[in-house]
């Protein structure tokens, strides 16, 4: 045997199988897809300031726009990031209800320590009647 050659020691258990190289990922469709992380993040959190910051309605269906403007540049499917969506809208469901409970000075209606607030019922109103125009 030559001197030249390196002998190979093959495990018991991987003696007879053949390997073969991973196959490539195929390209990705999107141009967000190939960002990384970090900048993802900021450019969420960017966007989630500037819908915070809207004060008046009219400007509301603008927001929309680039929302979808963005979401459709992105290539993601619409049905799965609707569903993806109704977890965090089930997580305010609560704050909005409880909204009537706790903001506020002028009061409706009183049982014992439950009051109903007026400032409240206008904060959550307006919370659905913007959820409802998106």
């Given at each position: 045997?030559?001197?030249?050659?390196?002998?190979?020691?093959?495990?018991?258990?991987l003696r007879g199988r053949q390997f073969s190289p991973p196959a490539p990922l195929?390209?990705?469709?999107?141009?967000l897809h190939r960002w990384q992380a970090l900048p993802k993040l900021v450019g969420l959190g960017a966007l989630m300031a500037a819908c915070a910051q809207v004060q008046r309605l009219t400007l509301l269906p603008l927001v929309w726009v680039l929302v979808a403007?963005?979401?459709?540049?992105?290539?993601l499917p619409l049905?799965?990031?609707l569903r993806r969506l109704a977890a965090p809208g089930a997580l305010l469901i609560p704050f909005v209800a409880l909204l009537p409970l706790v903001v506020g000075d002028t009061i409706l209606w009183r049982w014992g320590s439950l009051a109903l607030?007026?400032?409240g019922l206008e904060r959550g109103g307006l919370?659905?009647?913007?959820?409802?125009?998106q």
């Open positions: 045997m030559p001197k030249d050659r390196a002998e190979v020691v093959i495990s018991p258990e195929p390209p990705s469709p999107a141009w403007l963005l979401w459709a540049l992105s290539g049905r799965q990031g607030r007026w400032e919370h659905q009647q913007r959820c409802q125009r």
